[in-house]
C-alpha cells in the first residue's frame, strides 16, 4: 500500500492523463487521487484487522469496520463536505479521514478482543 501511494502521489497526473479529460476534470482527477491515496495505509491496516477479526470468530469487530469504513463515516462526512465552497476537492477527504477513524476503532476492537481472549487463556 505504501509503494502504491507514493508511485500515484508521484504519477497522479501520468495516471489522470491516460484519460481524455478536459484539463478542469484533469485538475480535479489529480486533486482526488492525491488526497484518497492519503488513506491508502489505513486502508491496508483496516482489510488485515478485518481478516483478524473473522479469524478469530469475531464477525461483528469486522462488520463494525466495514460499516465505519465505507457508510458511518465516509457518506456523512462526504455530504457534509458538499456544503462548503471548496466541495470539489474537500469531499475527497471523507475517504482518507473515514479510513483513520475506522483504523482507530480497529485498534480498540483488538484490544478488547485480545484481552478477552487472554482471559479464556488463563
Same mark, same amino acid.
Given at each position: ?17 491516460? *484519460?481524455?479529460? /478536459? ?31 473473522? $479469524? ?5 469487530? /469486522? ?17 457534509? *463536505? ?15 479521514? $473515514? ?14 478482543? /485480545? ?8
Amino acid at each position: 500500500m505504501l509503494l502504491g501511494a507514493v508511485l500515484l502521489q508521484v504519477c497522479a497526473r501520468q495516471v489522470a492523463g491516460v *484519460f481524455a479529460l /478536459s484539463d478542469e476534470i484533469q485538475s480535479l482527477c489529480v486533486c482526488a487521487i492525491r488526497i484518497i491515496t492519503l488513506g491508502y495505509l489505513f486502508v491496508g491496516a483496516n482489510i488485515a484487522y478485518q481478516g483478524i477479526f473473522q $479469524a478469530l470468530g469475531d464477525g461483528v469487530g /469486522s462488520l463494525i469496520l466495514s460499516l465505519l469504513r465505507l457508510i458511518v463515516v465516509a457518506l456523512p462526512l462526504a455530504w457534509a *463536505f458538499t456544503k462548503s465552497a471548496r466541495a470539489e476537492t474537500l469531499i475527497w477527504t471523507a475517504f482518507p479521514v $473515514a479510513e483513520a477513524c475506522a483504523f482507530l476503532a480497529a485498534l480498540f476492537l483488538m484490544r478488547r478482543l /485480545s484481552e478477552k481472549t487472554l482471559a479464556v487463556m488463563r
